[in-house]
């Protein structure tokens, strides 16, 4: 289907990060927009409030009639729901032209110039912050995140003038491999989604075919520590970068007084007095590989210094809510044993000699099942940690899988309990720490304006 062709897009899992950002951009464009998630959140609220009608019961007899045209209406779904919804079957049987989300962003990129970012982790915030470095520049993009960037309170950037747009490209289902990058970072290749590629071999080699994905006259842009090996085709220029290695790095770097500064190193023009806006360690890695992106979009080394300070971060990614000099609380994302690790890392150096709680709800039961040693190994970097209950997501359980695999592997000496979600204020509410810290991907960030309520009171 023709982009012109449309005139109705359906989504069946609007609700999702990534997909409520391409429904952004239909209704930008001016198209009806539809769609059924299972819960409302704040997402859909506030895709409803900008003209999207949606609804959160599997119910054919609840679809529009302006999403009832096989030939004009385009209906867009994710991974993450099962074959058996009704209303996707229905699209299905129907005749109509149903896509992944990532086949609309892969057909984005044949159109403009995509700047992608992949890898098992750090995804989201390169990607926002490259996405700003260039909105905030005369070059302009287009944007579709993983993440609300709290610069513009949207996972989702919009301009009619620039030829560039900014994807994060997710590995899952193997999503990238619709894409056709201008140029691309990869952050990262520690394996993840098994439940999907089976082995760290094809989760490996599925990061190699995307390199081969990259426009002729493109760019690749690789971590120094990755395990694959890259196979981009002819006339495609291939860097290096990490946080003091590569073609692209950190010089200079300056810790202190909350403040993180560095010079930045680059074949295509160093860059002095880097300034990062949400100052912890592993945003000098990130931001490395985002301006790297910028300066091949062609924004210049001002407007890049300026873009890294007020950079403000992404919703759920190293998020503060409590800053005060005998208490803090943050939250993040973390979901995979290296980013919890990374994670850590960078509040310990940040808060050195504080008392560091951890709060850590599992994602998946794949996940947990595959790296509960891992987990439990990055955990134990911290003195104090409660793990609550398995965020399911679009799982069912499996037997012998549970939170407690991850508890029973911490290391010796570590203060440790079990808890529920409905713990979690009990167990704050202790105050028996310096600095918290709640880890994971699933439903624990629900508690934050709770916690930061039980914090904030003064005793």
Known sequence: MKIEDIKAVYFVGIGGIGMSAIARYFLHQGMVVAGYDRTPSNLTRQLEQEGARIHYEDNINLIPEACRQPASTLVVFTPAIPATHSELLFFQQQGFEVVKRAQVLGTLTQSLKGLCVAGTHGKTTTSSMAAHLLHESPVGCNAFLGGITKNYGTNYIL???????????????????????????????????LDIYGTEEAYLESFAHYT??????????????????????????????????????????????????????????????????????????????????????????????????????VDRRFDFHVRTSDMVYLSDYAHHPEELRQSILSVKQLYEGRRVKVIFQPHL???????????????????????????????????????????DCLRPGIRREMITKAQIPDVVGRKDFDVLVTLGAGDIDDFAGQITDLLSKKE
Not at 370 to 377: G, L, N, P
Not at 399 to 404: F, H, L, M, Q
């Open 365 to 407: 039961y794949t996940r947990t099942r595959d790296f509960y040693r891992e987990f439990a190994d990055a955990l134990s970097l911290v003195d104090d940690v409660s793990i609550v209950d398995i965020y399911p997501a679009r799982e069912e359980p499996i037997a012998g899988v549970s939170s407690r695999l991850i508890y």
């Open 159 to 193: 301009s009619k003038e620039s030829p560039y747009v900014v994807i994060e490209a997710d590995e899952f289902d193997r999503s990238f491999h619709w894409l056709r990058p201008f140029a691309t970072v990869i952050t990262s290749t520690d394996a993840d989604h």
């Open 212 to 313: 081969e994905l990259i426009q002729p006259g493109g760019y690749l842009i690789l971590h120094t520590d990755l395990k694959m090996t890259a196979r981009p085709q002819k006339g495609v220029t291939t860097y290096t970068y990490s946080r003091e290695a590569g073609d692209f790095h950190a010089g200079n770097i300056r810790i202190g007084n909350g403040e993180i500064t560095f010079d930045f190193v680059s074949p295509l023009g160093n860059i002095e007095g880097i300034n990062l806006g949400v100052p912890v360690a592993v945003n000098i890695e990130n931001g490395v590989a985002a301006m790297a992106l910028a300066q091949i979009a062609g924004v210049d080394a001002a407007d890049i210094r300026k873009a890294m300070a007020s950079f403000s971060g």
